[in-house]
């Protein structure tokens, strides 16, 4: 069954472009994604596939039910794009100013998509139940995962799989990882509370852009000499706002930053630690503070079970020519509220363009990707679904 499940995704490689640069050209933001939602849910249901729409949000569910017993496996795509102006020069380029699909959901949607429905057709000779899980929201948190499963899309499921389009990365390589994969990912947000007054009488003011530099030249010291180095962490600040005149000192500074971490008890410590600098500064400096820490995704930790049945799986692929563990990624996924309920592994696919020696970024207004790798995902999905029935398969004959 496998082999002719890929040559059927081969012969469809070409509407997967197509669906990919249709939902190219037109993105949408986190939990702004209906048009795309409704797009998804058509696409199934002008097919014939079972389809349950706004689950946990604009979340869509699409089950296809095999003729034979079997286990539930779900895999799942996300579909929302970012707040970034696309700057390339493409046919396909994002008609919607300031949003783009910088980041390759467009494709993920658009190999799930296809994959369903070559599933659907074979559901004759397919065992167990694949459930299709199009997820909205990943890129902003709450993010959509967490919504979705509390709507119940993970019921009765078995295992999940799901995988990113990773454009710096060679076509025809898979990146796996046992165990923790992706960081947990947090924001903080801090107000300094001064007292402003004019830039010629620094003494007569409570200046709290000078205790924002102070807090933010701290910060640093909790990986650097805080937390143990063989646990991973990143403090960043990414805004610092205190808009002013020239010769103003400003009444109160705004800073906003990320945590990113795997150990849990890490991440504990290391929101407490950015209190006690900041309490401590802004003692010091006769300020007053607000603080606020909003948990975001925890890190995706992939099961070794199921990891080492992926990397068998993966190896099937024809046009995988490497399958290599990688190294920690700092970046977050809210896969991994999955993962928290359900067994399963993430993995990236290599999609880098072809004739580039260093590809744009992720989250680059030219970001781009090599349609080829859509197939490569889909053929590792559709391995992983099939070896893991048929492992099954084998475990129950043996128990008996």
């Known amino acids: 069954m496998l082999n002719e499940l890929y040559q059927k995704l081969e012969d469809r490689w070409i509407e997967m472009v197509k669906i990919r640069r249709f939902l190219h050209q037109h993105p949408e933001l986190s939990f702004q994604e209906k048009n795309t939602a409704k797009y998804i849910a058509d696409y199934y249901k002008n097919i014939g596939v079972p389809v349950q729409e706004q ?8 089950r296809i039910e095999g003729a034979l017993p079997g286990k539930t496996v779900a895999l799942r795509a996300d579909f929302d ?28 949607t658009a190999t799930l998509l296809v994959l369903g429905k070559t599933l659907h057709e074979m559901r004759d000779t397919l065992s167990g139940t694949v459930v299709l899980i199009h997820q909205h929201a990943e890129e902003y948190a709450p993010g959509g995962a967490r919504s979705m499963i509390e709507a119940g899309c993970l019921e009765g499921v078995d295992v999940i799989f799901g995988t990113h389009l990773w454009a710096t990365e060679p076509l025809g390589k898979v990146l796996y990882r046992t165990g923790p994969i992706m960081a947990a990912a947090d924001r903080f947000e801090i107000v300094i509370k001064g007292s402003g007054g004019h830039g010629a009488q620094p003494h007569k003011t409570k ?7 102070q807090v933010v030249s701290e910060l640093q010291q909790i990986v650097s000499r805080r937390v143990n180095p063989i646990d991973p962490a990143v403090v960043t600040i990414g805004s610092f706002m205190a808009d002013n005149a020239f010769n103003v000192i400003a009444d109160s500074a705004k800073l906003i930053g990320t945590v990113r971490t795997f150990n849990p008890e890490v991440r504990d410590f290391i929101e407490e630690e950015i209190e006690q600098i900041l309490k401590g500064a802004c003692l010091s400096g006769r300020c007053d ?7 975001g995704y925890p890190a995706v930790v992939n099961h070794e079970e199921e990891t080492e049945l992926f990397v068998q799986s993966a190896c099937a692929v024809d046009e995988v020519h490497t399958v290599e563990q990688i190294e920690l990624q700092m970046g977050g996924e809210d896969f991994a509220f999955y993962l928290e309920h359900i067994k399963g592994s993430f993995f990236f696919t290599g999609a880098k363009p072809d004739g580039v020696d260093i590809a744009y970024p992720h989250h680059h207004p030219k970001f781009d990707l090599n349609e080829k790798a859509l197939l490569i995902a889909a053929k590792s999905l559709a391995s ?6 048929e492992k099954h398969s084998v475990s129950k004959t043996v128990s008996k």
């Open 55 to 62: 689950v946990g949000g604009n979340g869509v569910v699409a």
């Open 81 to 108: 794009a970012l707040p970034i102006q696309d700057e390339k020069e493409v046919e396909y380029r994002s008609t919607v100013p300031g949003v783009m699909h910088a980041c390759g959901h467009d494709g993920h």
């Open 207 to 213: 200046d709290s852009i000078v205790i924002g530099a």
């Open 289 to 295: 503070y607000e603080y606020v820490y909003d948990r």
């Open 384 to 389: 992983a679904t099939l070896h893991y029935q």
